[in-house]
């Protein structure tokens, strides 16, 4: 492949494992969020800063980065439990501003010049370059999309789904809306982190502006579009998002007008998203498959 399209093939893995962390928070456990751009740059943050001032490898930060990005989570989770609907999405897109403006305003994190000299991930003193870069992404992605699909057959999963379906009922039979919610946030931001890790030594710069508001609602548009609380959703949509912006790059200064424009007529048409439950493109699948005969 091309130089452009491994970088356009190595940033759509990179948005895909971090829509598969906001559709465990989202579709999942029912959870609205728009400000998980925070994360995704909290992690990217956390791999720059270990990288460039501690000297540690892209591999010995990583855990690190995951249980950083997995503890802000958690913190910013908590008062989050506390509002629902609205009121929880306002919180959400509150919690994105406030920690752009941190990266944007404090020095240690690079300030409004941003944070470079990121080093290339390194395996076996071979660094990892184009093509080779995209496949690990694409072996994360593999490893965060086999943990999805646990999630959907374990207790846990099982739990964050009956939440999602109805809270009081799920309640009543002793399922803890708080531990469940929790541990949603956290699954869903330590992906953020991941995919975080894996845009800084790609990029290899990094500013605040890269996890802004606008990030967010894309990768919202990834799930809905995608499906919602489905397992291949996340990754569908973010193959969508992520090559319509080129298609139509004339318009990129329009893309939050494309990405609400977007969300609504799936909203309208198609609620479950492409993958969703009594979609058109299950329904057309469906009547593909041959059935058998009794």
Known sequence: MSGYL???ATIIAINAIVACGLNVIVGFAGQISLGHAAFFGIGAYSAAILATKAGWTFWAA??????????????LGIPSLRVR??????????????VEAVFNNFEFFGGALGMGGIPRVALLDFKLRGTEFFYLCVAFLIIVIAVCWWLTRCWAGLACFALREEEAAAASVGISPVRFKLLAFVIGTAMAGLGGSLY?????????????FPLSVSLLSMVVVGGIGTLWGPILGAVIIGILPEVFRPLIDYRILFYTTLLLLMIRFQPGGLLGENSTARRVFTKMLPRSKS
Do not use: K, W
């Not at 990583?62 to 913190?75: D, E, K, N, Q, R």
């Not at 609907?85 to 406030?98: C, P, Q, R, S, Y």
């Open 6 to 8: 491994v970088t356009l």
């Open 62 to 75: 990583l855990p690190c980065v995951i249980a950083v990005t997995a503890f802000v989570g958690l913190l």
């Open 85 to 98: 609907e609205d009121f929880l999405a306002i919180t959400t897109i509150g919690i994105n501003f406030i």
């Open 200 to 212: 800084a030594h790609f990029m290899r710069f990094i500013s605040a502006s890269d996890f802004a």
